[in-house]
Structure formats: C-alpha cells, structure tokens
C-alpha cells in the first residue's frame, strides 16, 4: 500500500493562518485514508534547519513513497517555506504541490510582476517601496498597498487602499516598519475579482473559475483583507467566491488562458491559483498562489465540488500528479547548505 506522510510547521503561535493549516492536515489525513492510504504526519520545526541530516533521518523513517506538503513557513519568516522545498528537491521522493522556484516567485510580489510583465501576462502598474523617501508623486492613484513577502493576506488591512495622496504619508511609514522588506504600491483595480484554480503541469486543468463582485456587498470595503479571512466577527468574512453570472464564453477562456500564461512563467506545478481583478473591461492579476489552502471548505474544494470533484478525489489527484513528475532540485551540498544559512548557522 501506498505511504504518504504529511508535513506541516510546528510552532508556538495563535496566528490563525498558521493554526488552519492543522486542520488541513486533519482534512487531507482523512481523505487519504478513504482512498486506501496509509497515513503519516510530521511536525517542521526552527531547530530542524540547522540540521540536514537528522532532519532527512525524521522524514526517511516513516518511509514515504509521496510526501504531501502543507509547510507553508514560519508565522516570522514565510521564505522558510522556500528553503524546505529546496530540501524536498534533494531527497528524491515525490512531494506534492510546487518547487522552490515557483513558491519563490509567488512570493516575492516584486518579483512575480516582474516575470509576469515579461511574459506578456497583464498586472497592475506599481512600485516597489522600501523607503518613505520616495517620490510620492510617481505612485498610482488610487492604490492599493500590500507587503513585498507574505502571503494568506498577511499586511492587508483597511489601510491597505490609498484613495487620496496625502493618505500616502500617513499609510507608508507604518507599513514599511512592519514590512521593511518593502511594500509594493500598485494602482487598485475596482472591478470584479476572479479566482482560477488550476492542477498539473502546462498547459495545466482547469478544476473551476469563482468570481467577487463587491458591489453585491455595500457599505464593506471592496477587497479581502487578513480579517475577512480568518475572522468570523469581520463583516467581510461572509464575502464568498462563487460561480461567476453573467460571464460570456469569450471572457471565461480570457481568463483561463491569463492563469495558465501566469502559471508558465512562475514556473507553477502540482496545483495552484491566480487572483484577477479587472478595471475598465481590463484583466489584472494581482496574486498568484501556489499551494493554496487545501482544507474541505477552501476555495479550491468549492471550486471542484461544483464541477462534480468530492475532495478526497481532489487529494488523491494531487498525490498522484505528483508521483509522475522530476522533484530533482540542486545539488544535495547546496541545499544543506541553504538551510544553514536560514537557521543562522
């Protein structure tokens, strides 16, 4: 029978982002499970990356055939994510979701629009802002502001949309001393917001398309901030993604061919999913996601429960994918050495 062990970070934190991650691992455990599996998990800590080898001594006893991987980092240090990847990519056994190179990518913003734009694959116009001292004048306005290195909308708060100039001044400061990575300020894009959810490799499977549209909820601001989605006492947790109405044949393939162009040139795999917003008939992406919140009720899980996918299929699709493709990443030398130096060894 097959093996798969399950790995997720151990830390101390009450950060509700990292804490819904274990009720992931509950969720692809038991969907697992119902297909045959035999299931193990294991618990990712600091300490472990200053350590290669015992940390590859606590993965290799369990003996996995396919590792599925719900690391996503450290609530202080989200590149962790990167450097375990890159670990994951010496040992030679398949992993479930994306490599190094894409959860790289996606999660320096900068960065991503930068491929993205190189690409022919349409973002928003903005700026990386690392210091107050820059030439507010030159920044679009309206704006909307998020940090440089975070994802689960971490940094995204009411503050976050800029309609005025002189906001600049008093938004800034405050999130580069949060973020002194830097922000990225980029023009806000009104319209519709559209989700893309795709599996495999280019030229990728579509597994469904959901769409906000903001002016279906007066009075609530009109993005999705860290609060919308991890707490249930913000009015804007009730905004969910659904099937998109009133979209024509034209535009729906529009946005499937904007997601996949997005996913080839972030180097994505396994499984994954673009945000769009659109702006005067525009299409925008503002995120790219890979690894993307897997639990029952994510938006991925919506995503195939409408089009006819129960989730423990969904599960075992992606453990498939992932025991027919390459994992090889650098050199085993290397990789050591990387999570080393991110220990602080």
């Known amino acids: 029978m097959m093996r798969v062990l399950i790995v997720t970070a151990k830390e101390d934190t009450d950060r509700p982002d990292v804490l819904d991650t274990l009720r992931c691992r509950d969720s692809v455990a038991d969907a697992l499970a119902s297909n045959g599996y035999i299931v193990d998990t294991l618990e990712i800590t600091k300490e472990d990356f200053g350590d290669p080898d015992k940390l590859e001594r606590k993965i290799l006893r369990h003996g996995p055939d396919c590792i599925f991987n719900l690391f996503e980092g450290f609530s202080d240090d989200s590149m962790k994510e990167v450097s375990f990847a890159m670990f994951l990519e010496s040992l030679n056994i398949p992993f479930t979701g994306n490599g190094s190179t894409a959860l790289y990518s996606s999660l320096d913003k900068f960065l991503a629009k930068q491929l993205l734009a190189s690409e022919g694959v349409p973002v928003p116009r903005g700026k990386c802002i690392k210091s107050i001292l820059y ?109 998109p109405k009133f979209i024509t044949e034209e535009m729906r393939q529009h946005l499937i061919w904007i997601a996949r162009r997005a996913g080839i040139a972030l180097s994505c795999k396994g499984y994954f999913r673009v945000d769009m917003r659109e702006k005067d008939g525009r299409i925008c992406i503002i995120d790219v996601n890979p690894n993307p919140d897997l639990n029952i009720d994510s938006g991925l899980a919506n995503q195939c429960k409408r089009s006819g996918l129960p989730y423990d299929a969904l599960v075992s699709y992606i453990v498939d994918i992932a025991l027919r493709e390459d994992n090889h990443g650098l050199a085993r030398e290397t990789v050591c050495e990387v999570l080393r130096d991110s220990a602080g060894y």
């Open 135 to 243: 030439d507010l004048d030159k920044l679009p306005c309206p704006a909307f502001v998020k940090p440089r290195f975070e994802d689960g909308s971490v940094g995204i708060d009411d503050n976050s949309l800029i309609v005025s100039r002189e906001q600049f001044a008093e938004v800034l400061p405050h999130k580069l001393s949060a973020f002194p990575a830097g922000v990225i300020v980029e023009e806000f894009l009104e319209g519709r917001e559209f989700n893309v959810g795709l599996v495999g490799h280019p030229p990728y499977e579509v597994l469904g398309i959901s769409m906000i549209d903001y002016k279906d909820y007066p009075g609530i601001m009109p993005f999705l901030d860290y609060r919308s989605k991890w707490d249930e006492s913000s009015q804007s947790y009730k905004i969910t993604p659904e099937s």
